[in-house]
């Protein structure tokens, strides 16, 4: 059910989209109508109806722009070069006064030439965004501009020579139209070209809108003397205004404009096509006579073309040590400049910094918000620090920082001031995202001259200052007492996440009143390539601190939930628990798991997931919430390693649970302390007065068993029954130790 805040966004949403949806039909019915009208001159009402398609481009265009609040410059200028336009054809019909043209100029041609200038504004604030790597895109625009330039003084030669009927300023004016035109179209191409930048949804919009601007001003320059109000002429305006006005609006819809690294078209295509073309006009002039202006503009196209063979290495070098997406050095980059900074033995600190689950946030919202939130963090970062300091990005959420000249304390000072850059929400499109940093500090030359020893201690730092949660670490000797296992540990889990090298053991649990097992406990194991198969103690805490247990859990939660599904389409009654860290109760979660349930086609009813007593109390009312929603879904919750914490009985009412799991540190105290019998007791009696089962873990004795079931205990697991097992030996165990489950899936 929608909440008001919702339904308030989606009402405003769809009214939004109704001058789309006006715009669009009234085109069709003015295409429609200059098609089976004359198409030489449309009548006063398809006049009327073509300004009323600008009209309501124009309207678009202004609800776009107060959709962003002025955020998005490219919007801005975009919904201003509508604008303008519109109102120049408006001033052209007023001022007709019956006649069916005006001359060749005319005060509406001031308007019609500020479009120009906007859009090229509109396409300026995305070309910014490629900081480094600006130049060569320029250049590329300027020089396939150069050579459609050229391809257009060749075919309008004949109306160089001969004329508008006006002035010579006059047919300049008719004339410079479709260079223009081909100006913005060379740019939006070198745009595409520059494998990074995405002008928006629809582009394809943008392109179709100015190739029509182009072919309609074309077509004017060469019949200038016969042109009237109304004529096909006229649609290659209307519809390319209202084409540019939908594309703004596809903007808007996008959210930023955010880059793509892995889309574009190949640029040595465009630079191909234009000295091509250049090529092919010089050719041309060589056996037919053309414009002189033709002639002089293909050689220029040529010899910009060649000038990129001059930088070529430097052009290189940037753009392998630059970062595509943020624009800041890269990893070579950084090793690059740290190599003469170093060199120079001035004191100095480098900062590895690495953002805290950054990767939730991919999860959740997608990659499209992660790379606009890294921009923005980056910019945060810059502008806290000198204009000497070096910041690099080394890849996914990890920056570097060298700071030159600075001792101890001033870095340290520098540290919390890049902490605070965090301190205020990042706003991406509608959404509002807290984030924070964990930096790692290394000192030169206390902790060392050499660049790959001050990384590494810079990376032991920081991860200090990750699993501390201290927010800024400094390297110290210390650090170093199995820092570089862990690391070496820590890379070896990574690439284990990527490979695929864990898989799950199942260990039954059985219901004391009958003996039966309609549920298992899912438990990981990491098949190290070296080390052979792993308990999770081995590799869980380094996961937990490192930040990836929300990778590892969506792991074993595909897996378990695959497995399963397979026993419950066999006719398996049998349910699957799976241990969740609490780093992982997240907003995202009763979506992400209910996903994964509908595309196995699994019952809610067959997933458990257990959370430990500790990290339900570290937020109850956040885990409380996460999990009422998983709970009415049909997805059971347990209370794991319950009694090693400090949980209250108010907050174990209120959770919404349907299982208690004993720590196994009570039944094995039951066997030597008669007391802990008597806890378990009470325990029991607690859990079932709240509705709750009891499950007791660790039982690997017959005497526990026996105590148990007598304390009126519902469910025990332990190596008295069976150690976790693969899941090839599951069923066969049931069906040996144990009698059949039923077909539908009851846990308790």
Known sequence: MLTEAQGGRTARKA????PVIVTITLAAVYLAG??????????VMGVGLGITVELCAVVVCIIAVLRTRLSQWQVVFGAAAVTVYTAGDIYYLAALHGEQSLTAVSAADVAYFAFYPLMLGALAVTVRKLKGVTWPLLLDSIVGALAAAAVMAMVLGPVLRAGTGGSTFETVVVVIYPLLDLLLITAVGGLLASR?????????????????FAAADIAYALGVEDYAVGSVVDAGWILGLAAIALWIDGVVRAGSTFRHPDRGLPAVTALMLSTGAAVSVLIIGCQTPIAPLAQVLAALTLLLAAMPLLFRNRMLVTLATTDELTGLPNRRGLVRDLRGRLGKHRPGALFFLDLDRFKDVNDALGHDVG???LVQVSERFAGA????????????????VFLDGLSREEALKVARRLEGRLTDPIRIGTASLMISVSIGIALTPENGTDITLLMRKADIAMFRAKSSRSGHHLYSSVDDDGGARKLRTLEELRTALVEGQFELHYQPKVRLSDDAVTSVEALVRWNHPVLGQLPPTSFLPLAEEAGLMPQLSTLVLEAAVDQVSNWHADGRGISVAVNLSGSCIQQYLPRQILTLLEQHGTPPECLMLEITEDMLMADPAHAAKILGRLRDAGIQVSIDDFGTGYSSLAYLRDLPADELKLDRSFITAMRTDPRAGGLVGSIIDLAHSLDLRVV???VDNEETLMELRALGCDLAQGFHFAKPLPSVKVVPWITRNAPVATPTAVPG
């Open 34 to 43: 200059l098609a089976l009208g004359d198409p030489v001159r449309f009548d």
């Open 696 to 698: 007791a873990e660790g």
């Open 196 to 212: 990074g930048l995405d002008l928006g949804a629809r582009w394809l919009l943008l392109v179709a809108g100015l190739i029509l």
């Open 15 to 18: 009214v939004s989209r109704i």
């Open 385 to 400: 620090l000198r204009q000497e300091d070096l910041i690099a990005r080394l890849g996914g959420d990890e920056f570097a």
């Open 371 to 373: 790379d606009a939130l």
